[in-house]
Each structure stands twice: as structure tokens, then as C-alpha cells.
């Protein structure tokens, strides 16, 4: 039997005169949802109010967006005759599960997402992919009990890693830095969780592989274990391969166009760091497209547009770098797995994926790994961890009343605290850890 991958969880009537498609109607639920504008509030990779040309969430969901709408475009146009190709989800659907990727980030990004972890160590951890999951489908209200009541298919789009926190920690338990003597500082690198959903989050995830053959379920959130490291899973649907190679773009692309921009990254670090030969897939396709032009379409030409040239320049070798991606991508396939939804996957060739590869890792080691980065969000992980803990102290004390309300409904969940979090803009968070520690900061007619 097939699989009605437009179902929902909460059945749902359209109203009359409603042409919309199930695509359409998921959609219109996450534009219009709490989550999604506060991704206008959380950071990328800098800090809000550095610079006033920045990409925040927000920016960059609109990029993956795009991104991953080009992708499906370029797999329909040059894979016409593929099996798979009927199998493409239509750009609403990929722009919709594009949107959600990111919105279980806390506020500070990864930094946040470290340090809510360590709060929650023994309460089930966090970890943002499985926070979205959540928000998604519990926390939302746009449905009874099911947040925004998302088709099966959306669901499984948006479910990058299939399988619970529980299966994929192996044991490891964040503690605190032993190094420092006076202060209490968690230990980031055991904080840093694995790439899950959520153990509270188990009986979504099971609704929505239920149709699958035991076979297909079994290897599709098999967890391959590496001794002191998390767990991790080997295989993302049809859809949400699309969108994450669409993130992978934007993060290797537009975050370095950013670096860039913001002279965080010079020339003579860029070339200490990149081997010319990485980037010979995208020299040969513009000598390709472009013939007679080698000279300013070889290495040292390219290199000279992105960083001493116009601006106009770089902003066209960054949007060539992104078309090079996108008309290069092709469909693949997991040996393993026979449902279509699961079997096949978007992937780059063998010689062009070097280039998005040492454009990510330049991104993260200049830029994410410097010091200035560092330093912020470390500063961002200890107000997170400081409100918290205020939180959890006295939670009828210090809780939003409706918050505390759910609190007690739930049994005094930690989780309920941790969403809350969670749920914060960068903004929001510094404006509560001012209200607490800052002795001239606050007031009683403050909105908490």
C-alpha cells in the first residue's frame, strides 16, 4: 500500500472555497507562527546590534529558502528521466520545511544550544533540530494537541536526525570546567549534545514513520556508536536532504560572503587555508560558461573579486558559487532503503563537494573558532545558564504566570523552563539576565 504522506495527526477539513494544496496550508501555519518571527531576534554567527549588515535566523532561512527551491528546480530540469524525479516535493513544500529548520535554536545559536544541554543534563538534554521537532508539533498552537499540525511528509522533512537523544548520547554527561578555581564554568566541549530529536518527542517520530516496512524503519534510524563519541544517524529523507545541503550552501556561501564583508577574513588567510585544486570544479565551469575569460576565471582572479574587488564583484562571484552548487547537484541513493520517500537523496558530485567543504571549514575556523566569536558566546552561554538556573530555583518565583501554570500542568517538567528559554530572542535573554543580575537594571512594569 502506498503511503498517504499527506496525512495529519489531528484530521483537518479544508474550508470551503480553500484551493490551497496540503503543501500550502503547512506553509501559511509556519509564516504565520510565534517561532518563525522570532527568528528575526536569534543569531547567526554574530551578535545582534555588531554591524548593521548581518544575517540573522531569519535571513538565513529566506536564503535556505531559495536555495533549496533552486535545488528541486535543477533536479527536475536535469534529471527529467530519473525515477526519483517524481518523487521531488514541490518548492512549497521544501520552502516549508526550509523555514523550520532552524527555529528550535536558542538564543546565541550553538553556544545556547550548549549550554541549555548542560541545564538539562539530567532531565533529557536539548539539542535545536530536536527543539524544532517540538515546537512543530507540540508547542505551536495552531491545532488541540498538536502544535501546527504539519502533514506526515513535512514532519519527516524537517526530522533531520531519526533518532532519540537517549540512543545517540553514549553516556556522556556535560560537566564543569576543571580548570577554573573561583568561577564555575561548564565544560563546553562534554556539553555539546548529539544530533537528535528529543526522548519527550518519541510518539510524534513514531506516528510519523509508522507506515514504513520494519526494514525501512529499523535501518532508517539505525545509530552507528563511536566509542567516547555521540551516537550518530546515516540517513535523512528525500526532502530533508534537499534542505540540508541548501543549509550547507548557505552557511559555506553566504556566511563567508559575510566574513568577508565585515573584514573578519583577509586575503592572505584565505589563501594559507584554500588549495587552489578545490577550486577547479567551479573554474572549469566558468571557463565553460564563459570562454576567452580564463585569466579572471582562474584562482587568483576569483580570490581578487572576493576580496579586494568591488563589492559588485564579490557579490557576483558568491552568487556564481551558489548557481555552481545548484546546477551541480544530482540524485543519489541509500542502497538500504526502499521506500522512495527514504531511498533517494540530493547530493554533490565527488569533485565539486571539496569546494562547499573547505568553504564551511574556513567559516568555521576563522571565524567561528576565533576568539572575538568565542568569547561572545561564552558570554552568551553563561547569561543562559545564570537564567536558568535562577528559574529552577524558585519557579513560581520567577516564572511568567502562564509559564508557571504549564510548569505545574506538567508536573513540574524542566522541560517546560527549558522551552521557555529556548523560546527567547537574544534580545529577550539579555534583557532577563539584566532584570536579575543587574542591579540598575528593571522595573516592576517591565513585560516578563
Same mark, same amino acid.
Given at each position: 500500500?502506498?503511503?498517504?504522506?499527506?496525512?495529519?495527526?489531528?484530521? /483537518?477539513?479544508?474550508?470551503?472555497?480553500?484551493?490551497?494544496?496540503?503543501?500550502?496550508?503547512?506553509?501559511?501555519?509556519?509564516?504565520?507562527?510565534?517561532? $518563525?518571527?522570532?527568528?528575526?531576534?536569534?543569531?547567526?554567527?554574530?551578535?545582534?546590534?555588531?554591524?548593521?549588515?548581518? %544575517?540573522? %535566523?531569519?535571513?538565513? !532561512?529566506?536564503?535556505?529558502?531559495?536555495?533549496?527551491?533552486?535545488?528541486?528546480?535543477?533536479? @527536475?530540469?536535469?534529471?527529467?528521466?530519473?525515477?526519483?524525479?517524481?518523487?521531488?516535493? =514541490?518548492?512549497?513544500?521544501?520552502?516549508?520545511?526550509?523555514? =523550520?529548520?532552524?527555529?528550535?535554536?536558542?538564543?546565541?545559536?550553538?553556544?545556547?544550544?550548549?549550554?541549555?544541554?548542560?541545564?538539562?543534563?539530567?532531565?533529557?538534554?536539548?539539542?535545536?533540530?530536536?527543539?524544532?521537532?517540538?515546537?512543530? #508539533?507540540?508547542?505551536?498552537?495552531?491545532?488541540?494537541?498538536?502544535?501546527?499540525?504539519?502533514?506526515?511528509?513535512?514532519?519527516?522533512?524537517?526530522?533531520?536526525?531519526?533518532?532519540?537523544?537517549?540512543?545517540?548520547?553514549?553516556?556522556?554527561?556535560?560537566?564543569?570546567?576543571?580548570?577554573? !578555581?573561583?568561577?564555575?564554568?561548564?565544560? @563546553?566541549?562534554?556539553?555539546? &549534545?548529539?544530533? =537528535?530529536?528529543?526522548?519527550?518527542?518519541?510518539?510524534?517520530?513514531?506516528?510519523?514513520?509508522?507506515?514504513? /516496512?520494519?526494514?525501512? @524503519?529499523?535501518?532508517?534510524?539505525?545509530?552507528?556508536?563511536?566509542?567516547?563519541? #555521540?551516537?550518530? !544517524?546515516?540517513?535523512?529523507? $528525500?526532502?530533508?536532504?534537499?534542505?540540508?545541503?541548501?543549509?550547507?550552501?548557505?552557511?559555506?556561501?553566504?556566511?563567508?560572503?559575510?566574513?568577508?564583508?565585515?573584514?573578519?577574513?583577509?586575503?592572505?588567510?584565505?589563501?594559507?587555508?584554500?588549495?587552489?585544486?578545490?577550486?577547479?570544479?567551479?573554474?572549469?565551469?566558468?571557463?565553460?560558461?564563459?570562454?576567452?575569460?580564463?585569466?579572471?576565471?582562474?584562482?587568483?582572479?576569483?580570490?581578487?573579486?572576493?576580496?579586494?574587488?568591488?563589492?559588485?564583484?564579490?557579490?557576483?562571484?558568491?552568487?556564481?558559487?551558489?548557481?555552481? $552548487?545548484?546546477?551541480?547537484?544530482?540524485?543519489?541513493?541509500?542502497?538500504?532503503?526502499?521506500?522512495?520517500?527514504? @531511498?533517494?537523496?540530493?547530493?554533490?558530485?565527488?569533485?565539486?563537494? &571539496?569546494?562547499?567543504?573547505?568553504?564551511?571549514?574556513?567559516?568555521?575556523?576563522?571565524?567561528?573558532?576565533?576568539?572575538?566569536?568565542?568569547?561572545?558566546?561564552?558570554?552568551?552561554?553563561?547569561?543562559?545558564?545564570?537564567?536558568?538556573?535562577?528559574?529552577?530555583?524558585?519557579?513560581?518565583?520567577?516564572?511568567?504566570?502562564?509559564?508557571?501554570?504549564?510548569?505545574?500542568?506538567?508536573?513540574?517538567?524542566? %522541560?517546560?523552563?527549558?522551552?521557555?528559554?529556548?523560546?527567547?530572542?537574544?534580545?529577550?535573554?539579555?534583557?532577563?539576565?539584566?532584570?536579575?543580575? #543587574? &542591579?540598575?537594571?528593571?522595573?516592576?512594569?517591565?513585560?516578563?
Amino acid at each position: 500500500m502506498s503511503i498517504d504522506w499527506n496525512e495529519r495527526q489531528e484530521p /483537518s477539513s479544508a474550508s470551503t472555497g480553500d484551493p490551497r494544496s496540503t503543501a500550502e496550508v503547512d506553509f501559511s501555519r509556519i509564516v504565520h507562527s510565534h517561532a $518563525f518571527r522570532r527568528l528575526q531576534g536569534k543569531t547567526q554567527i554574530l551578535n545582534l546590534g555588531d554591524s548593521d549588515f548581518y %544575517r540573522t %535566523r531569519l535571513t538565513h !532561512t529566506l536564503e535556505v529558502a531559495q536555495i533549496a527551491s533552486g535545488l528541486v528546480l535543477s533536479l @527536475r530540469h536535469n534529471h527529467a528521466n530519473h525515477i526519483a524525479n517524481k518523487y521531488l516535493p =514541490c518548492q512549497t513544500q521544501v520552502q516549508t520545511i526550509s523555514y =523550520c529548520h532552524d527555529l528550535g535554536h536558542p538564543p546565541f545559536g550553538h553556544g545556547g544550544e550548549v549550554a541549555l544541554n548542560y541545564c538539562m543534563r539530567n532531565h533529557g538534554g536539548f539539542e535545536g533540530n530536536g527543539q524544532t521537532l517540538r515546537l512543530i #508539533s507540540r508547542l505551536e498552537k495552531m491545532s488541540k494537541n498538536h502544535g501546527l499540525n504539519f502533514t506526515r511528509r513535512t514532519l519527516l522533512g524537517t526530522l533531520k536526525y531519526p533518532a532519540p537523544f537517549s540512543k545517540t548520547n553514549n553516556g556522556n554527561q556535560p560537566v564543569l570546567n576543571a580548570v577554573p !578555581t573561583a568561577l564555575q564554568l561548564i565544560d @563546553r566541549e562534554s556539553a555539546k &549534545p548529539p544530533k =537528535c530529536y528529543l526522548d519527550s518527542e518519541s510518539d510524534i517520530v513514531e506516528w510519523v514513520l509508522s507506515p514504513l /516496512s520494519a526494514s525501512d @524503519r529499523n535501518e532508517f534510524t539505525r545509530v552507528t556508536a563511536k566509542e567516547g563519541k #555521540s551516537g550518530k !544517524t546515516s540517513y535523512k529523507s $528525500f526532502d530533508c536532504s534537499i534542505m540540508d545541503l541548501a543549509d550547507d550552501i548557505a552557511y559555506g556561501v553566504h556566511d563567508f560572503e559575510d566574513a568577508i564583508a565585515l573584514n573578519m577574513v583577509n586575503e592572505q588567510q584565505f589563501r594559507a587555508f584554500v588549495k587552489p585544486e578545490q577550486f577547479q570544479s567551479f573554474i572549469d565551469s566558468l571557463n565553460q560558461q564563459h570562454p576567452g575569460k580564463q585569466n579572471s576565471n582562474g584562482f587568483d582572479g576569483i580570490v581578487e573579486h572576493l576580496f579586494t574587488g568591488e563589492a559588485n564583484m564579490r557579490k557576483m562571484r558568491i552568487s556564481q558559487l551558489v548557481h555552481h $552548487f545548484i546546477s551541480s547537484v544530482y540524485i543519489a541513493e541509500n542502497g538500504g532503503l526502499s521506500e522512495p520517500q527514504l @531511498r533517494y537523496k540530493a547530493a554533490l558530485p565527488s569533485h565539486v563537494m &571539496p569546494l562547499l567543504n573547505c568553504l564551511k571549514s574556513f567559516v568555521f575556523e576563522r571565524v567561528i573558532k576565533s576568539p572575538g566569536v568565542q568569547q561572545l558566546e561564552f558570554k552568551g552561554q553563561k547569561m543562559v545558564v545564570s537564567v536558568f538556573e535562577v528559574l529552577q530555583s524558585e519557579p513560581q518565583s520567577f516564572l511568567p504566570e502562564a509559564t508557571y501554570k504549564t510548569y505545574m500542568d506538567a508536573g513540574e517538567d524542566m %522541560r517546560v523552563i527549558c522551552d521557555h528559554i529556548a523560546g527567547m530572542t537574544d534580545n529577550y535573554l539579555m534583557k532577563t539576565y539584566d532584570r536579575l543580575f #543587574s &542591579p540598575r537594571m528593571g522595573s516592576i512594569f517591565d513585560r516578563i
